[in-house]
């Protein structure tokens, strides 16, 4: 069974960068979508973005487009969010999860994801 583990989250300054990872093992990550999805104090986890299986599409939610990058290294099972200009409304825990299917949709939605990661704190104060 897939698993994933998230790191690099921490405490920021606005407009600093910061690179999550997730790492997955169990399976061979090639054949899963995967995406990120914060979850804010007293919010529902919202996608903010996913990368198809092949690394060919991205997409990414309105709030993040021109600030988040994500990325993946297949041979190294794992997968990347970089985010740059960090704002304060970005602060959440971030989730990472994979999706069998292994395309990403115009809507990046929690139902459609399979295995999910224990999260990592990113916090955005000055």
């Known amino acids: 069974q897939l698993q994933l583990v998230e790191s690099g989250g921490g405490l920021v300054q606005p407009g600093a960068p910061l690179t999550l990872s997730c790492a997955a093992s169990?399976?061979?990550?090639?054949?899963?979508?995967i995406g990120w999805f914060p979850q804010a104090p007293g919010k529902e986890r919202d996608g903010v973005s996913c990368i198809s299986s092949s690394g060919g599409s991205t997409s990414f939610a309105d709030s993040v487009k021109g600030r988040f990058t994500i990325s993946r290294d297949n041979a190294k099972n794992t997968f990347f969010l970089q985010m740059n200009s960090l704002k304060p409304e970005d602060t959440a825990v971030y989730y990472c999860?994979?999706?069998?299917?292994?395309?990403?949709?115009?809507?990046?939605?929690?139902?459609?994801?399979?295995?999910w990661g224990q999260g990592t704190q990113v916090s955005v104060s000055s």
């Open positions: 169990g399976a061979a990550l090639d054949y899963y979508a």
């Open positions: 999860a994979a999706e069998r299917v292994g395309g990403c949709r115009r809507l990046i939605s929690m139902q459609h994801f399979d295995y």
